[in-house]
């Protein structure tokens, strides 16, 4: 059986084919040991368990994006995932109350099923070139253009080796 597998986030892209056995990449590992977010496996319960003690002292973006926490989550799907839940990329878990925690996990099953069920974001293509049909709030696309919510002005700066787009009024 050949298995794909595609590149982490912190790749450019990229799609790898190999034979059950033949891949040993620490986060195809890791991701195969946790439930998709897609799936029921990953409920509220589950998403509370990943906030412990050492994810609290991350940032918003590091908690979603480091360590496979949530298989297949990377940088450019987090943006949209985090301004619709209304928190800022670079703020510290631990001052997310468990209201806000909740939204995330909300923005979190919300976004993702909806980007799947539009054949991704536009911002990427499939293998025939075709854009997906999920229309991103936050990308390289929407950067410095008014927010949809609130019409403020949306930032983009570097951050944590990558990019991070938000709305200073509606991501706190």
Not at 10 to 17: L, W
Not at 34 to 58: A, I, W
Not at 119 to 138: A, M, Q, S
């Amino acid at each position: 059986m050949i298995r794909l597998w595609s590149a982490p986030s912190r790749c450019t892209g990229g799609m790898v084919a190999f034979h059950d056995g033949e891949y040993d990449n620490k986060y195809y590992i890791l991701a195969k040991k946790k439930p998709s977010p897609l799936t029921g496996g990953f409920d509220r319960q589950y998403f509370r368990s990943l906030r412990t003690e050492e994810t609290v002292k991350l940032s918003a973006k590091a908690f979603l994006a480091t360590e496979q926490r949530i298989p297949g989550l990377g940088n450019g799907v987090l943006q949209d995932i985090l301004y619709m839940a209304g928190i800022h990329p670079k703020r510290k878990m631990k001052d997310v109350s468990d209201e806000e925690y909740d939204r995330l996990f909300d923005a979190v099953k919300n976004t993702l099923r909806m980007m799947a069920e539009q054949g991704g974001r536009d911002t990427e293509k499939d293998l025939f070139g075709n854009p997906g049909g999920y229309v991103t709030y936050l990308s390289k696309n929407t950067a410095f253009t008014p927010c949809v919510k609130c019409g403020y002005e949306l930032h983009k700066e570097n951050y944590m080796g990558g990019t991070i787009y938000y709305c200073e009024n509606c991501q706190k």
